[in-house]
């Protein structure tokens, strides 16, 4: 089974996670109430584009402070920080990671509250976490994380709503698997955009709010499939100067959905399309966005469900991509699939 099979699978993995999961999210919630009043996140690659994902959810869903972990800190450096109420998350697809690990350890020992958010149930990080999530996708061959990372992102969702219980958040979760589905559809699309850059040897990718970590995740796919050069940006920083980089040609690609950062997302496409000459593409939800290409979402969704689906036409363009340059996305070079960092 290769990559592109794993991306077609994401709506069954989805399925699949909303079966349980609701319970268990809910179990969780109850153990740790009145426990923390912050939340540290330990992760890295793709999982640490999910976390990217728990702060603007937990933070606008659940009003938690939510910061990311430096696991260096804590393993090589020997000097973990005082984490007072905080609740450790650790999200990893293999749980394998021993940087993770020792966050977690670490955690337990000043009484802090752990969970693990990982396909691997029998993993070390599942082993060492309080109280642990499975994310229910399934043997995830291709060395690309396609589908535990939607299912890294549902888990995050079911966790936001079993923390604040009544918000309605899991009812528009049951609706994600259909939008995955339909986003799906615009394969052939996708690759017919793809091919027109196969050429391409690096751009910008912006995203911002809830896409922040959509914007770092297709970065990161392009970068391990296509070889391209990937820098991704909020939007509002790429402001700041390195819109100074683009040219006539040069691609920006962007995660923009509908919701309060629409209209000064679209207006910057607009712009550097306009004014500088730049061709770009964008994912979203919105069929009038500014875009020399626009890859479709299913509308519909609350915009803070929509990087799940997002992410699907944008797995599908960093395969193409990688086809159209002539490599081969199920054997990425130089990288493996589980990687132990320290």
């Keep these: 089974m290769g990559m592109r099979d794993e991306i077609f699978e994401q709506p069954a993995t989805l399925g699949a996670l909303l079966v349980d999961g609701p319970a268990r999210a809910s179990e969780i919630a109850a153990a740790v109430s009145g426990c923390f009043d ?39 450096y020997g000097a973990p920080p005082r984490l007072g109420r905080a609740m450790v998350v650790a999200i990893s697809q293999s749980g394998q ?9 670490a955690a337990a020992a000043q009484g802090v509250p752990t969970i693990a958010l990982t396909n691997d149930a029998g993993s070390p990080l599942a082993g060492t976490a309080d109280h642990a999530m499975a994310l229910c996708a399934g043997p995830e061959a291709a060395v690309a994380a396609t589908k535990t990372y939607t299912a890294s992102l549902a ?23 259909d939008a995955v589905a339909r986003a799906l559809e615009t394969e052939e699309q996708v690759a017919a955009v793809a091919s027109q850059l196969g050429g391409e040897r690096r751009c910008a990718v912006l995203g911002r709010g809830y896409h922040y970590a959509t914007a770092f995740e297709w ?16 939007s509002a920083d790429f402001e700041h100067g ?32 306009a004014r500088r000459g730049a061709t770009t593409v964008a994912v979203s939800d919105r069929d009038d966005i500014p875009a020399s290409h626009v890859l479709p979402i299913p509308g519909g969704l609350p ?12 797995q599908l363009f960093a395969y193409h991509l990688a086809v159209a340059a002539g490599h081969d996305p199920d054997h990425p070079r130089d990288i493996t699939k589980v990687t132990r960092t320290r």
């Design 38 to 76: 912050h939340v540290v996140i330990a992760a890295r690659g793709t999982s640490d584009n999910a976390a990217r994902y728990a702060q603007y959810l937990w933070g606008i869903h659940n009003r938690l402070p939510v910061g990311l972990a430096t696991p260096s800190v804590y393993g090589p």
């Design 219 to 234: 970065a990161l796919k392009l970068e391990e499939l296509a070889y391209v050069v990937a820098q991704p940006h909020s």
């Design 242 to 273: 390195p819109r100074a980089m683009v040219e006539p040609g040069f691609p920006v690609l962007a995660a923009v959905a509908d919701g309060p950062l629409y209209a000064e997302s679209a207006a910057l496409l607009e712009d550097l399309g």
């Design 155 to 177: 888990a995050v969702a079911l966790l936001a709503d079993a923390l604040a219980p009544g918000s309605g958040l899991l009812d528009e979760l049951r609706r994600v698997p």
């Design 303 to 314: 915009e803070a469900l929509t990087p799940i689906a997002a992410i699907v036409p944008a």
């Design 97 to 105: 990671s021993p940087d993770l690990v020792a966050v977690v350890a």
